[in-house]
């Protein structure tokens, strides 16, 4: 079992950047998949950015490459997403998820996860 608990949203102003945190329990957590995922209001859960147990591979959402980093520290059981040049439509519930070591498949959808975080709050005003 792995649980994750997400932080460091907030409101940010156009342009800005903020770093979300997504700490895990367990002592399995470096061989899990990690990615994160987004919900704004009325609109389907959306892949944001994934990457492997080794951190070696990364997959982004076309909408936000080149502004968002996706890393993790193993040792501290933790993957972050630094968000840079933040846009209004960025705003949305941000989500962490796991997948168990084995998968290898597209990590881009949100049912192949098996544990999930209860989300942050981002919201990025014009």
């Known amino acids: 079992q792995v649980q994750l608990v997400e932080s460091g949203g907030g409101l940010v102003q156009t342009g800005g950047s903020l770093r979300l945190s997504c700490a895990a329990s367990g002592r399995t957590f470096s061989s899990f998949a990690m990615g994160w995922f987004r919900q704004a209001p009325g609109k389907e859960r959306e892949f944001v950015a994934a990457?492997?147990?080794?951190?070696?591979?990364?997959y982004y959402a076309g909408s936000v490459k080149g502004r968002f980093t996706i890393s993790r520290d193993n040792a501290k059981n933790t993957v972050y997403l630094q968000m840079s040049s933040l846009k209004p439509e960025d705003t949305a519930v941000y989500y962490c998820?796991?997948?168990?070591?084995?998968?290898?498949?597209?990590?881009?959808?949100?049912?192949?996860?098996?544990?999930w975080g209860q989300g942050t709050q981002v919201t990025v005003s014009s």
């Open positions: 990457n492997t147990w080794s951190g070696g591979y990364t």
């Open positions: 998820a796991a997948i168990r070591s084995g998968y290898s498949g597209s990590y881009r959808v949100p049912a192949v996860y098996d544990y």
